[in-house]
């Protein structure tokens, strides 16, 4: 069987509900079932937190499709720089930002505004992402959010699985603007496939999908764009694209167009996430050289509901 699907990111997902509640150990829980998985298919999955990783996946024989975590929604640190730390070192490598709820310190595009960006304690977050290595994820984001954040970040952002706002105007996808400020921030929009993002309708084509890739590419070029199919995240499917064996159908629609030359394609397949997942151990490792230290959070949100031991550990103070 040739092995088309080198590299997944898989998304230790745990609902808005789960926010001041018990979203960290169910976001552990949910690290705990990607990680079995990859053990009991070890002659598909190979873990990876790092480029190096992926490649070694990828030249192993058989090839092994290198999996990677991410964390879909920072109410899932519970408003804990050290839980985010602790998320890297069980291997996450990205996280979104928010997902459809607001957290603390960051708006969601499904919520009215309340940060308007992001809070001294949101800046830490990204800054501590920065540090760590982990990829700022920006699909569900608010706008004013997602603006600070991609100033602020000094790696490469991306948009794990969001589409183009001009060509559907849904609360979801990028608008222009920020579409642009990627090419100067480095990072990557991975196109989604969500009918509902793609043609603001119930039902769409493979087309309708490729004029997303098209518009994107005619934009900021094609170095900034990549693959968000959100597969397991939908109940409805472009035809044409009803799952990922699909892909070979949209190359070839991309390849028809004339839009397209071969090597583009290539990096769109996964190079430019490649590049950016580079670019981002180098701030890692250039922050680490310079001695930046670990971001500390006194001024940590509070007031969020969860029950605490802070007077425990105060009476000993």
């Known amino acids: 069987m040739k092995r088309r699907i ?42 990876a ?20 975590i991410g964390i879909e929604g920072g109410h899932s640190i519970a408003n804990s720089l050290g839980i985010l730390r602790s998320y890297y070192q069980l291997g996450v490598r990205y996280m979104t930002l928010t997902h459809t709820c607001n957290t603390p310190w960051a708006d969601s595009s499904n919520e009215p505004a309340a940060a308007n960006g992001l809070t ?17 994820d920006l699909s569900h984001v608010g706008e004013n959010t997602t603006r600070a954040a991609i100033r602020l970040s000094k790696a490469p952002v991306i948009f794990s699985h969001s589409s183009v706002y001009s060509l559907c105007a849904h609360k979801r996808n990028v ?16 196109v989604n496939f969500f009918p509902d993002f793609v043609k603001c309708s119930p039902n769409a084509t493979i087309s309708d999908v490729a004029e997303h890739f098209h518009y994107i590419k005619t934009m900021i070029g094609a170095d900034y764009v990549g693959i968000g199919g959100d597969f397991d995240g939908v109940n409805r499917v ?42 981002v151990e180098k701030v890692r490792d250039d922050m680490r050289t310079n001695g930046v230290e670990p971001e500390e959070h006194p001024d940590s949100p509070t007031d969020n ?3 605490t031991s802070n007077a425990f550990f105060q009476d000993f103070v």
């Open 49 to 68: 937190t790092s480029v190096t990783d992926i490649l070694e996946a990828h030249n192993a024989r058989p090839r092994r499709i290198a999996s990677l």
């Open 238 to 279: 472009p035809r044409g694209l009803e799952d990922v064996s699909r892909y070979p159908q949209l190359f070839a629609e991309l390849l028809r167009s004339g839009q397209w030359t071969v090597q583009e394609l290539k990096n769109l397949a996964g190079l430019n996430m490649l590049r950016v997942m580079r670019q």
């Open 175 to 190: 608008p222009d603007d920020i579409i642009q400020s990627l090419k100067t921030n480095g990072g990557l929009i991975m």
């Open 6 to 47: 080198l590299l997944q990111f898989w998304s230790a997902f745990v609902p808005c509900s789960s926010q001041n509640k018990d979203a960290v150990q169910l976001t552990l829980e949910q690290i705990d079932v990607i990680k079995r998985l990859v053990e009991k298919y070890p002659q598909y999955f190979q873990m």
């Open 305 to 307: 509901g969860n029950c």
């Open 120 to 136: 001294e304690f949101g800046e830490k977050v990204v800054k501590e992402m920065n540090r760590l290595g982990m990829l700022v």
